[in-house]
């Protein structure tokens, strides 16, 4: 099975801030990938797919990217919303869907 | 608006079978751009897909709960159900209904998600 390694697992930031996730895949999936956006009590909420494109409604202080089996999430000016858990999701079909192991953005 | 809920039991005894049912609102289960899946998360933890099925019935399951998962379809009544068997104190999470975006011959990805139910497997 693909394995989804996200780091860091905690990140701490300020309103401001520009923060970057990443997401390494331990093999190569192509650009079957998402991020999704969870807050406490909530369903997760995606934020881009195919690696890098921004779901319709999302702020574009949201982006992705990708290098091989390396994907990142940068935000490039944190609001005060932002403050949440991360996630990256694997999405080939015929592959089972795995998710990282979290990435918790709290407040400085 | 789309809308996906989900509905059963918040209590289920060990060794029992759970059953969720996901009720779709605001669009047809039928459609071919869509699959439909099930998640969960166990309090405080991350996230893990359970399954999903397409219209037609064809189902893809997580393989380490593929033997206790059975994934099915109403399409008359516009729901989708998950029964999970065998159940322990491991399988005490929220569990999710959503559905699936297919926005390429192999990709698809969760866009809309229920609020999520909390079962818990208990004596």
């Known amino acids: 099975d693909i394995q989804l390694t996200q780091s860091p697992s905690f990140l701490s930031a300020s309103v401001g801030d520009r923060v970057t996730i990443t997401c390494r895949a331990s093999?190569?999936?192509?650009?079957?990938l998402a991020w999704y956006q969870q807050k406490p009590g909530k369903a997760p909420k995606v934020l881009i797919y195919?690696?890098?494109t921004l779901q319709s409604g999302v702020p574009s202080r949201f982006s992705g990217s990708e290098s091989g089996t390396e994907f990142t999430l940068t935000i490039s000016s944190l609001q005060p919303e932002d403050f949440a858990t991360y996630y990256c999701?694997?999405?080939?079909?015929?592959?089972?869907?795995?998710f990282g192991q979290g990435t918790r953005l709290d407040i400085k | 608006q789309l809308q996906v809920q989900e509905s059963g039991p918040g209590l289920v005894k060990p060794s029992e079978t759970l059953s969720l049912t996901c009720t779709v609102s605001?669009?047809?289960?039928?459609?071919?751009?869509?699959?439909w899946g099930w998640f969960r998360q166990p309090p405080g933890k991350g996230l893990e897909w359970i399954g999903s099925i397409y219209y037609s019935g064809n189902t893809y399951y997580n393989p380490s709960l593929k033997s206790r998962v059975t994934i099915s379809i109403d399409t008359s009544k516009n729901q989708f159900s998950l029964k999970l068997s065998s159940v322990t104190a491991a399988d005490t999470s929220v569990y999710y209904c959503?559905?699936?975006?297919?926005?390429?011959?192999?990709?698809?990805?969760?866009?809309?998600w229920g609020q999520g139910t909390l079962v818990t497997v208990s004596s």
């Open positions: 999701l694997q999405l080939n079909t015929y592959l089972p869907m795995t």
């Open positions: 093999q190569g999936i192509s650009s079957y």
């Open positions: 195919a690696a890098s």
């Open positions: 605001g669009g047809s289960i039928t459609s071919n751009t869509y699959y």
């Open positions: 959503a559905r699936l975006r297919i926005y390429d011959i192999s990709g698809s990805y969760p866009d809309y």
